[in-house]
Nanobody, 120 residues
Framework: QVQLVESGGGLVEPGGSLIVSCEAS????????MGWYRQAPGRQRELAAL???????NYGDSVKGRFTISSDTVRNTVYLHMGNLKPDDTAVYYC??????????????WGQGTQVTVSS
């Protein structure tokens, strides 16, 4: 069984920075991608950023140039550094991971979500 544990999030003022992290644990053989999606009230869930096991990154248009995703492949952990935060970045941020477990079954998982609020 594979699990995702998120940490970070909280309240930050506009223009501020915040880091959220997500660790995958359990019977993991290979992680293909890990990343963060976000969902604001009344809006669809959208990609914030993701990173592949080869280090390729992909960002949502609204966060390009402000957010940076990185990973620690030894600890199966992904970090999202969010800079120059705006009120529109307020959302629940969900960690997502896909890969193969030790039985070579494919998994795709969502974390429980962590609230990020940007407000003065």
């Amino acid at each position: 069984q594979v699990q995702l544990v998120e940490s970070g999030g909280g309240l930050v003022e506009p223009g501020g920075s915040l880091i959220v992290s997500c660790e995958a644990s359990g019977n993991i053989s290979t992680i293909l991608t890990m990343g963060w999606y976000r969902q604001a009230p009344g809006r669809q869930r959208e990609l914030a950023a993701l990173i592949t096991n080869h280090g390729t990154t992909n960002y949502g248009d609204s966060v390009k140039g402000r957010f940076t995703i990185s990973s620690d492949t030894v600890r199966n952990t992904v970090y999202l550094h969010m800079g120059n935060l705006k009120p529109d970045d307020t959302a629940v941020y969900y960690c997502h991971a896909q890969g193969y477990d030790t039985t070579y079954a494919r998994f795709t998982l969502w974390g429980q979500g962590t609230q990020v609020t940007v407000s003065s």
